[in-house]
């Protein structure tokens, strides 16, 4: 196997934690402790074993008030990713409407769409925050930073593309950017 960053971090002496909402790692946290805490299928953040990315934060409170020594926790979350892009945010963030409340993106019109993908948005803005804060409440254990990356972009049906899976060849430019 190769090694990744994680396993790097970790041979290093620091503690490392995978957390996932987001069907697995691929590979990335196979030797490094990870839980998919989509498995815990809590009551009130799962769904027909889809959960919510607040369920990342489930027992880790109490991982961090643990924790000896330096640590990265990687929070893997579902955030955006469509077609489902309704099952990604709780009723209270439906900020936007009229939404698309279907997986089959196509049939809905550009504006539920769009307003659907920006309730996802919203969502992960409040998950940013939340994590933030966090690590606001152990400053004075750790020094702390938080690092936010995407994977990808999404087409919401721009010229009749839409998610993200186009190889690289033939994706529009907007998601080469």
Do not use: M, P
């Given at each position: 196997h190769q090694e990744g960053v994680l396993d790097i971090i970790q041979r290093a002496g620091i503690n490392v934690l995978w957390n996932d909402n987001d069907g697995g790692c691929k590979g990335a946290c196979d030797r490094v402790p990870h839980q998919n805490v989509t498995a815990l299928n809590l009551p009130d953040q799962c769904i027909n074993g889809e959960c919510y990315d607040e369920v990342l934060f489930h027992g880790l409170e109490e991982y961090i008030n643990n924790l000896q020594g330096d640590g990265v926790i990687v929070l893997h979350t579902i955030g955006s990713h469509g077609p489902t892009y309704y099952n990604r945010y709780p009723p209270q963030f439906r900020k936007f409407t009229p939404t698309c409340?279907?997986?089959?993106?196509?049939?809905?019109?550009?504006?539920?769409?769009?307003?659907?993908?920006?309730?996802?948005?919203?969502?992960?803005?409040?998950?940013?925050?939340k994590a933030i804060n966090l690590?606001?409440?152990?400053?004075?254990?750790?020094?702390?930073?938080?690092?936010?990356?995407?994977?990808h972009g999404e087409s919401l049906g721009e010229n009749g593309i839409y998610l993200h899976g186009l190889p690289y060849a033939i994706a529009p430019d907007s998601?080469?950017?």
């Open positions: 409340d279907t997986n089959e993106i196509q049939t809905c019109t550009k504006e539920q769409l769009v307003n659907t993908y920006d309730n996802t948005l919203v969502y992960v803005d409040y998950i940013v925050d690590l606001k409440e152990h400053q004075d254990k750790f020094t702390t930073s938080l690092v936010y990356l995407s994977d998601q080469k950017q």
